[in-house]
């Protein structure tokens, strides 16, 4: 009890602190940094806590410039940068960020001077399954709120920021605008059947290729509102199905398999075509296509196939092998990738550590995880062959014929359901 009159007074205490400033609004009044001593850190407080806990961090010779004080959350894959919100050269008052669960340490920076405690914050990850818009029983393709919006089949979904998502439809083909903050769904071009589209790092251009004929190129801009521009078109070479397109780090080239094998790409500032190669896998490619996504960590591309229930990494010079899955067995079944099965894996995204995140269609209805560590294949969320539309916890959540995903940067995967007429969001804090 004593431990938590002791924290509250100080997060008011270095509330009153950071509302007396000087000039400089970056510092507060008290020792500044001394070079010549060591940064040192005593103790931190709460012991634990979810996302955006306010922490108080105690030691010494932090200064009073909080500009030049970093702290970050280390748990066993990165450095999770937290906020500061002041620094009293004794006491830093900080957020935790988003990080994994478990025990992590915190480590300190001032200028060129770093400490990490041996103590670890127990961080408590909360995950929800939630339905954004749409619904299993209505097939309509209506605009409005959230709740008053409707579906038919969507199979492509790309995040754009600010709680908003690209959605493309299969069935009455059409793409549409999801805005959770504006609580609306609009249709932003009628008529046009997509899949999985490519979205820009910076999350200003999103581009999606027709599926069928001969493969019109649409470009959608946050400055026109999203708003379609043609600016080419892949052509009737390919004459299988493209079901998903994907940028490399260059951001010039759009990449893409067709249903016939053809791995080559697209300049979308040229319009110039480049066939790369012939896949020279076993067994077919599903006829309506192939999902696409680049790892950047791999710099290559990983495709998924319901055909073959497998997972394969791609190269950009063509060469592809399978990375996880099995084309004899179409079931779900978690381990280690060279153990693990799939029954029908759809639209993959990477979160910002590297781990893919799969939805699965017939006989599996779940999202599936590949950790990026250790390659261990996890099911994260849904149960297996339970095709239904229930919120909540990942194990008690079920979705209806998950068709594509999409990673927000901030928490949110987005999941595009082809049963269930419905954008879903798995959100992971």
Same mark, same amino acid.
């Given at each position: 009890?004593?431990?938590?009159?002791?924290?509250?007074?100080?997060?008011?205490?270095?509330?009153?602190?950071?509302?007396?400033?000087?000039?400089?609004?970056?510092?507060?009044?008290?020792?500044?940094?001394?070079?010549?001593?060591?940064?040192?850190?005593?103790?931190?407080?709460?012991?634990?806590?979810?996302?955006?806990?306010?922490?108080?961090?105690?030691?010494?010779?932090?200064?009073?410039?909080?500009?030049?004080?970093?702290?970050?959350?280390?748990?066993?894959?990165?450095?999770?940068?937290?906020?500061?919100?002041?620094?009293?050269?004794?006491?830093?008052?900080?957020?935790?960020?988003?990080?994994?669960?478990?025990?992590?340490?915190?480590?300190?920076?001032?200028?060129?001077?770093?400490?990490?405690?041996?103590?670890?914050?127990?961080?408590?990850? !909360?995950?929800?399954?939630?339905?954004?818009?749409?619904?299993?029983?209505?097939?309509?393709?209506?605009?409005?709120?959230?709740?008053?919006?409707?579906?038919?089949?969507?199979?492509?979904?790309?995040?754009?920021?600010?709680?908003?998502?690209?959605?493309?439809?299969?069935?009455?083909?059409?793409?549409?605008?999801?805005?959770?903050?504006?609580?609306?769904?609009?249709?932003?071009?009628?008529?046009?059947?997509?899949?999985?589209?490519?979205?820009?790092?910076?999350?200003?251009?999103?581009?999606?290729?027709?599926?069928?004929?001969?493969?019109?190129?649409?470009?959608?801009?946050?400055?026109?509102?999203?708003?379609?521009?043609?600016?080419?078109?892949?052509?009737?070479?390919?004459?299988?199905?493209?079901?998903?397109?994907?940028?490399?780090?260059?951001?010039?080239?759009?990449?893409?398999?067709?249903?016939?094998?053809?791995?080559?790409?697209?300049?979308?500032?040229?319009?110039?075509?480049?066939?790369? !190669?012939?896949?020279?896998?076993?067994?077919?490619?599903?006829?309506?296509?192939?999902?696409?996504?680049?790892?950047?960590?791999?710099?290559?591309?990983?495709?998924?196939?319901?055909?073959?229930?497998?997972?394969?990494?791609?190269?950009?010079?063509?060469?592809?092998?399978?990375? !996880?899955?099995?084309?004899?067995?179409?079931?779900?079944?978690?381990?280690?990738?060279?153990?693990?099965?799939?029954?029908?894996?759809?639209?993959? !995204?990477?979160?910002?550590?590297?781990?893919?995140?799969?939805?699965?269609?017939?006989?599996?209805?779940?999202?599936?995880?590949?950790?990026?560590?250790?390659?261990?294949?996890?099911?994260?969320?849904?149960?297996?062959?339970?095709?239904?539309?229930?919120?909540?916890?990942?194990?008690?959540?079920?979705?209806?014929?998950?068709?594509?995903?999409?990673?927000?940067?901030?928490?949110?995967?987005?999941?595009?359901?082809?049963?269930?007429?419905?954008?879903?969001?798995?959100?992971?804090?």
């Amino acid at each position: 009890m004593k431990n938590c009159i002791f924290y509250f007074l100080m997060l008011a205490l270095l509330f009153l602190v950071g509302s007396c400033k000087d000039s400089d609004d970056n510092k507060s009044t008290g020792a500044t940094y001394d070079p010549n001593q060591p940064v040192t850190v005593e103790s931190f407080m709460p012991a634990g806590g979810k996302l955006r806990e306010k922490v108080i961090v105690k030691g010494s010779n932090f200064g009073t410039d909080k500009s030049k004080v970093k702290v970050y959350f280390v748990d066993g894959t990165a450095e999770r940068q937290s906020t500061v919100i002041n620094v009293d050269d004794e006491t830093i008052y900080c957020l935790a960020p988003r990080q994994l669960p478990g025990g992590n340490h915190i480590k300190v920076v001032v200028e060129d001077k770093e400490v990490i405690t041996d103590a670890t914050f127990e961080y408590e990850q !909360a995950q929800n399954v939630s339905t954004i818009a749409g619904s299993q029983n209505v097939r309509k393709s209506e605009d409005g709120t959230l709740a008053e919006a409707s579906f038919e089949y969507t199979w492509g979904i790309g995040a754009v920021g600010n709680n908003t998502v690209l959605v493309f439809q299969r069935d009455n083909p059409r793409v549409r605008l999801v805005s959770v903050d504006d609580n609306k769904v609009t249709t932003i071009h009628p008529g046009f059947k997509a899949g999985k589209p490519a979205v820009t790092k910076d999350r200003q251009k999103v581009y999606a290729a027709g599926w069928e004929g001969g493969h019109t190129i649409y470009m959608y801009t946050k400055g026109t509102g999203w708003a379609p521009t043609r600016i080419g078109q892949l052509g009737t070479q390919y004459a299988g199905r493209v079901l998903s397109v994907a940028l490399d780090k260059s951001e010039e080239w759009l990449y893409f398999v067709d249903a016939n094998k053809k791995f080559a790409r697209f300049n979308v500032t040229t319009q110039e075509i480049e066939d790369i !190669a012939t896949l020279e896998i076993s067994g077919s490619l599903h006829s309506n296509g192939v999902y696409l996504v680049y790892h950047p960590l791999y710099d290559c591309f990983f495709m998924s196939n319901q055909l073959t229930y497998s997972v394969y990494r791609l190269e950009k010079d063509g060469t592809c092998e399978v990375f !996880a899955g099995s084309s004899t067995q179409a079931r779900v079944q978690d381990g280690y990738r060279e153990e693990a099965y799939f029954a029908q894996p759809n639209g993959m !995204a990477i979160d910002e550590d590297g781990n893919f995140f799969i939805v699965e269609g017939f006989k599996a209805y779940v999202l599936r995880k590949i950790s990026v560590e250790d390659g261990y294949v996890s099911t994260v969320a849904g149960m297996v062959d339970v095709a239904s539309q229930i919120d909540g916890t990942p194990l008690e959540a079920t979705f209806n014929y998950p068709y594509d995903i999409c990673y927000d940067g901030e928490g949110g995967f987005w999941i595009a359901e082809g049963w269930g007429q419905a954008v879903r969001k798995y959100a992971v804090e």
